[in-house]
Every structure is written in C-alpha cells, then in structure tokens.
C-alpha cells in the first residue's frame, strides 16, 4: 500500500477522505494530521450572528477519519523532509509518506502594527462563538459596544451585519463602523450588489469610513492616515486572507497566494506533493 497523507482537514480533504474506500482499492492508504476540528467558514459569520450552533459548524476529525477508516494522528504538521519522506509535527513525531497532500487553509495577518485587548478577525472561524458569548454578556450587562470593522470586503460585510443582529436579538446596543480604503463595499462585484450591500448595512445602522487607510491599532484607538482616530471596544480585522504556509524548509515555491502548484494540483518541484485550497497557488490561474 502506498502512504497517502493528507495535512489539515479541509473542504478538500474531506472530500478525500469521504472516498478513502476508493483510494484503498486502487492502493493508497490515507493517513490524516489535524488537530481535531474542521470549522465550516461560510456559516462562521451566521454563528456569530446566532443562527448557528457549534454542531452545525464542526467536524471532529478523529470521529470522521473512524468512519472512512482512515488513520488519524491529532497534532500540527510544521514541515516535511523531502529526501526522507516524512512530515515533522509540531511535537517532534514524523509521519512517513509517500504522497503529501497539504490543505491548511489560510488565516488574517494585520497589514498594521496591531496591540491590546479586542482585536479580532475571522479565523480562526472558532474565535467567532467565543466573541459572541463574550458580546452577548456584555450586551446582558447593559453595555453600549463600540464595533469597527476594517475590510469592506465580503466576510467584513458579512460580521458586520450578524454582530448588529445579534445585538437586536439580545436586546443590546452595538454601535456599528466599517472603515475601508476603498470607495465602496465588496468593490469587485457588480454596482447593484454593491449598493444593495450598502444599503442593507445602512438600514441596520451601520456608519461607514470610505477611502480611510487604516496606520495602527494600540490600546482600544484605531489610528487613520489622515491622523484621524476610531475608539472601539471590538475591532473586527478583515483585511483579506493570506495562505498559511507549510515550513519553507521543504524547499518548495511559494507566492504570495500560497504553495505554487499545476493545475494538477502538485508542486514543480515535487510531483509528490499536492496542495489545495487557501494554501495554495495553482500556476496560470488567477483566483480569489
């Protein structure tokens, strides 16, 4: 049997490891490195909000590597050893493989100086649950919450309006801005969904900060360019997503988009080593 193994349980792996009896019949053997929970990111903004509950959102890893009879091994994949075959966990245990297939995903990295208590962004999607028991306490207690996202892209736009339903449904008060640089919401979509995106905001009491670039954050104070200042007590960073990087000690090539790969979804440089998703740069494709 050859060794397959699959890093980080994403939108792609699971769709692997939903069919790992076929891999199995053609000779390969999954093997999965994860650290035990897959987060759904398209309800994450909905869970905030109060739509969804945890249940809907998660999969417990080792739950579905049993049921597909994959091997499990909970821990987080650092780098791989190309010449010996096998990937380093963070704990120093190494997993043998002959296929390498790497889907972690992608995270938020603040394009500002960022510090103190309240800065939040959209991943770890499971960072949102915990933001809206602590908003739902504070909204309990009488509190005014003073919310600034910065990012009018989707998933800002998307926070934005569930973090103000859920203060409607609580009964709090959430006192809502969304600063951009650009000169409008969701600015690569059409004109109608840009304006409909506004609007929606605007009738839920959204203020917004157009052509505003934000310098720093630091102690509750969002510092603009043009030496203006933004006090917040919850600062939603959704500036766009970056690649999360597996160890460059594999030598591989990387850009800015993440793990550059074929359109068979492999590296140049190893055509053992595959890469899907967030964390990956197919060649030839511009792609969001």
């Known amino acids: 049997m050859q060794r397959v193994v699959l890093v980080g349980l994403g939108h792609a792996h699971l769709y692997v490891g939903a069919r790992a009896e076929e891999f199995w019949r053609k000779g390969l053997k999954l093997t999965l490195i994860d650290d035990g929970e897959f987060w759904y990111s398209s309800i994450g903004s909905g869970m905030l909000g109060g739509r969804y509950e945890r249940t809907d959102d998660v999969i417990e890893a080792e739950a579905f590597s049993a049921r597909h009879g994959i091997n499990f091994v909970r821990g987080r994949a650092v780098s791989a050893d190309r010449t010996a075959r096998s990937?380093?966990?963070?704990?120093?245990?190494?997993?043998?493989?002959?296929?390498?297939?790497?889907?972690?995903?992608?995270?938020?990295?603040?394009?500002?100086?960022?510090?103190?208590?309240?800065?939040?962004?959209p991943k770890p999607i499971s960072g949102l649950l915990r933001?809206?028991?602590?908003?739902?306490?504070?909204f309990q207690a009488g509190k005014r919450v003073r919310w600034t996202?910065?990012?009018?892209?989707?998933?800002?736009?998307?926070?934005?309006?569930?973090?103000?339903?859920?203060?409607?449904?609580?009964?709090?008060?959430?006192?809502?801005?969304?600063?951009?640089?650009s000169s409008a919401l969701i600015e690569?979509?059409?004109?109608g969904a840009r304006r409909a995106m506004r609007n929606v905001l605007e009738a839920a009491g959204c203020r917004f900060l157009f052509e505003t670039n934000v310098?720093?954050?630091?102690?509750?104070?969002?510092?603009l360019a043009d030496g203006g200042q933004v006090a917040?007590?919850?600062?939603?960073?959704?500036?766009?997503?970056?690649p999360s990087e597996f160890n460059h000690s594999a030598g591989l090539k990387y850009d800015d988009a993440g793990l550059v790969v074929t359109p068979c979804l492999h590296s140049p440089e190893d055509a053992r080593i595959f890469a899907a998703g967030d964390c990956a740069s197919i060649a030839g494709y511009d792609l969001p």
């Open 188 to 191: 690569n979509e059409p004109p």
């Open 232 to 242: 917040f007590d919850t600062a939603m960073v959704a500036t766009g997503l970056q």
């Open 131 to 138: 933001l809206r028991e602590d908003l739902k306490t504070q």
């Open 215 to 223: 310098v720093s954050i630091s102690d509750g104070m969002i510092a």
């Open 87 to 121: 990937v380093l966990l963070e704990d120093g245990r190494t997993v043998p493989y002959d296929l390498l297939s790497l889907n972690v995903g992608s995270h938020v990295e603040p394009p500002f100086p960022a510090s103190g208590d309240g800065i939040l962004s």
């Open 149 to 181: 996202t910065i990012g009018g892209n989707h998933s800002g736009c998307e926070l934005t309006q569930n973090a103000m339903a859920l203060a409607r449904a609580e009964g709090g008060h959430l006192d809502a801005t969304l600063d951009t640089g």
